[in-house]
């Protein structure tokens, strides 16, 4: 159920229960949670250093979410309130997957963004873009059993912030995934590629320069449909397994 | 020009070792470490969180009315002792036997139909505060042959955090508990573990959480 690793069984005490183990990633490769060129960081990052939590029941369980979280209607986000969204159509999927490769299957996934000008319909966002009556921004989909996920939606623009003199996000659609644990609970934001916003925005350059490409979609013709809307893949992945042995737990005859 | 090859046994390479049986060779393409895809980085919650991480049934880990539903809540603040108005909190946790329904947790009877053990709730109204709805968990296995103490783990997400935050609450009326958990004994003094302690309230548990300042919340990196 957990997948094939190299995990020794436990010494049961009172059950001989596994619990899957889940892989950390190094810290030269995780955004860090905090960021000096990100100046909210500054008051809301913790200072101290993270306490050690053993991974038992509570962290490798996690909320088990049906369809009921999701309508048909939610993964496309260009058709809203009795009508059609202004901007570039796009179909934005992929697939979810955890580090061992293994697909993530009726994972919940939810995705947020601004509209085509720029702007979040959200009562602190009142930059002097245009609202679109037809976008309110939010869309919900689940994996099917392959991993798998899609949904429609418009190009986002870019839109200024005030982090710094003339500081621009670059364009980018928010996503929160639950896979099937607590410690693989990941909120990101998806970026398109070759922006040229990329080299002055911290939060994209918070991410460690040998992941950054990971939050990167990949342009896809064959994906695109003819007529109709472009097409983006963005392949997440959560984490897996923890392959290296567990000194406490094993004997040395590791299979 | 020197390439940063991720693989130490690669990296180390040099005549005297790479020939021997089971070493990869530089460029060989060889893969020499288990498989393992990098991770999707994570990014900001951001401020309009609440467009897309909002569920009308978001804090009821329990319906309303449930026999012994309690509230959490608290504030979220920031460095300054100011309330963080635009975070969201999520919890996770045990039923009241110290069960989870899971396919990884052991199997057994369920008698809380209808628990979700899992809350969500924004602090943006009344601002910088948080409540969650629930049942307050049992004690769970601690996988060494004891019991952990009733405890909820916690997710703080916001603007200003490039990842989420974890941390844990535990319960002011579970001292005898509270004594024996092996992860309230790994903190170094008294004052961190009160930062992890919800205190009785008329409705239920209140704790707050101070993401940084003299009473900073013990994190848990897990």
């Not at chain 1, 319909?121 to 037809?134: E, F, I, S, T």
């Amino acid at each position: 159920m957990t997948g094939t690793t190299s995990r020794a069984p436990r010494p049961a005490a009172d059950s001989a229960l596994e619990l899957p183990r889940y892989l950390r990633e190094q810290e030269d490769r995780r955004t860090p949670v905090a960021y000096a060129g990100y100046r909210s960081t500054a008051l809301r990052a913790p200072l101290r250093t993270p306490v050690d939590l053993p991974q038992r029941l509570t962290e490798v369980t996690g909320p088990v979410l049906g369809e009921d979280r999701v309508t048909a209607a939610d993964a496309d986000l260009t058709l809203r309130m009795g009508g059609e969204a202004l901007g570039q159509r796009i179909n934005v999927f992929g697939r979810v997957l955890d580090s061992d490769g293994r697909p993530v299957p009726d994972a919940l996934v939810e995705v947020w963004q601004a509209n085509a000008a720029g702007r979040y319909r959200h009562v602190g966002d009142n930059w002097p873009a245009p609202l679109d009556p037809h976008f309110d921004g939010l869309g919900r989909v689940m994996t099917d059993s392959l991993g798998r996920y899609e949904f429609t939606t418009i190009q986002p623009g870019a839109y200024p912030w005030g982090n710094h003199h003339n500081a621009w996000r670059p364009a980018h659609i928010h996503f929160s995934l639950f896979g099937r644990a607590f410690t693989q609970r990941l909120v990101t934001q998806m970026y398109f590629p070759g922006d040229p916003l990329f080299w002055q925005d911290p939060i994209f350059n918070a991410i460690p320069p040998s992941a950054r490409h990971r939050a990167i979609a990949t342009f896809d013709l064959d994906r695109t449909q003819d007529n109709w809307a472009l097409a983006y893949q963005w392949d997440i992945v959560l984490r897996g397994s923890d392959q290296t042995p567990f000194e406490t737990d094993d004997d040395g005859d590791v299979a | 020009m020197s390439i940063d090859h991720l693989s130490p046994q690669v990296r180390n390479a040099d005549e005297t070792n790479d020939r021997r049986p089971g070493t990869p060779r530089r460029g060989s393409g060889f893969l020499d470490e288990p498989f393992q895809l990098g991770l999707t980085p994570s990014a900001t919650v951001g401020p309009y969180l609440s467009i897309g991480l909002t569920w009308a049934d978001g804090p009821h880990a329990v319906a309303e009315g449930t026999e012994g539903a309690i509230w959490l809540r608290g504030r979220v603040f920031d460095g300054n002792g100011d309330l963080v108005p635009d975070a969201m909190i999520e919890t996770w946790q045990a039923d009241p036997d110290g069960r989870f329904d899971h396919p990884d947790a052991p199997q057994g009877e369920r008698r809380f139909p209808g628990f979700r053990g899992f809350g969500r709730s924004h602090t943006v109204e009344p601002a910088g505060e948080y409540g969650i709805l629930t049942l307050k968990p049992g004690r769970v296995d601690d996988g060494k042959g004891g019991l952990q103490a009733p405890h909820v783990d916690v997710s703080v997400f916001a603007r200003g955090l490039l990842d989420r935050v974890v941390t844990r609450i535990y319960f002011g009326d579970e001292a005898a508990a509270n004594a024996e958990d092996d992860v309230l004994a790994s903190l170094p003094d008294d004052a961190s573990r009160r930062t992890l302690i919800a205190q009785p309230t008329e409705d239920g548990y209140s704790l707050d959480i101070h993401l940084q300042g003299d009473d900073e919340t013990v994190f848990f990196a897990v």
